[in-house]
């Protein structure tokens, strides 16, 4: 199986500011790299799919980039309702998830 | 609208067996791929397994930890997937949840629709 890989585990950050999180993964898996946002007693959400493609009624603010092994979420401007955790998934092979970043108010 | 209601959960003791279902509605099923996800109490997300339409061959495909064990179905006529779950061990332990596959140019791409999921507890 192919092993997804986040950093940091998790983060503090302020209104307003810009957040990156890392997604690597054990094998090349071209863009088959998949964000999803989860909040505690909500559904989860995908955000980004095939690495840097916004899901419909995602706002603009979530980008994503990468391709081979390497792979960023870009949050440009945190807002209130960004904090939670956030999953990186790849379905080049068997699905895997990363182990997830905790987004946290600094 | 998209709805994903899971059932069947419970306890279960240790070696034994349990069958979730998945009710679907608000969108045409038989073309859907769909899969199951877990989360453990206060852990991360895990991908269970897949299934893929008929017209695209009803394959399925299962993560490392449950191969062998649990088994993936659907029944189209009645918008209903299934999680057969046998030999259960404790670290199955989880809120299992149902999902629909995004498909693009014909390749997983991620989940776009989930369940709110249903919480199975193997223990003796």
């Known amino acids: 199986d192919i092993q997804m890989t986040q950093s940091p585990s998790s983060l503090s950050a302020s209104i307003g500011d810009r957040v990156t999180i890392t997604c690597r993964a054990s094998?090349?898996?071209?863009?088959?790299l998949n964000w999803y946002q989860q909040k505690p007693g909500k559904v989860s959400k995908l955000l980004i799919y095939?690495?840097?493609s916004l899901q419909s009624g995602v706002p603009s603010r979530f980008s994503g980039s990468g391709s081979g092994t390497d792979f960023t979420l870009t949050i440009s401007s945190l807002q209130p309702e960004d904090f939670a955790t956030y999953y990186c998934q790849q379905s080049y092979s068997t699905p895997t998830f990363g182990g997830g970043t905790k987004v946290e108010i600094k | 609208e998209v709805q994903l209601v899971e059932s069947g959960g419970g306890l279960v003791k240790p070696g034994g067996s349990l069958r979730l279902s998945c009710a679907a509605s608000?969108?045409?099923?038989?073309?859907?791929?769909m899969s199951w996800v877990r989360q453990a109490p206060g852990k991360g997300l895990e991908w269970v397994g897949r299934i893929k339409s008929k017209t695209d061959g009803g394959t399925t495909d299962y993560a490392a930890p449950v191969k062998g064990r649990f088994t993936i179905s659907r029944d189209d006529s009645k918008n209903t997937l299934y999680l057969q779950m046998n030999s259960l061990k404790t670290e199955d332990t989880a809120v299992y949840l149902c999902t629909t596959v995004l498909l693009w140019f014909g390749e997983d791409s991620g989940i776009d629709y989930w369940g709110q999921g249903i919480l199975v507890t193997v223990s003796s």
């Open positions: 095939a690495a840097s």
């Open positions: 608000g969108f045409t099923f038989s073309y859907a791929w």
């Open positions: 094998q090349s898996i071209s863009s088959y």
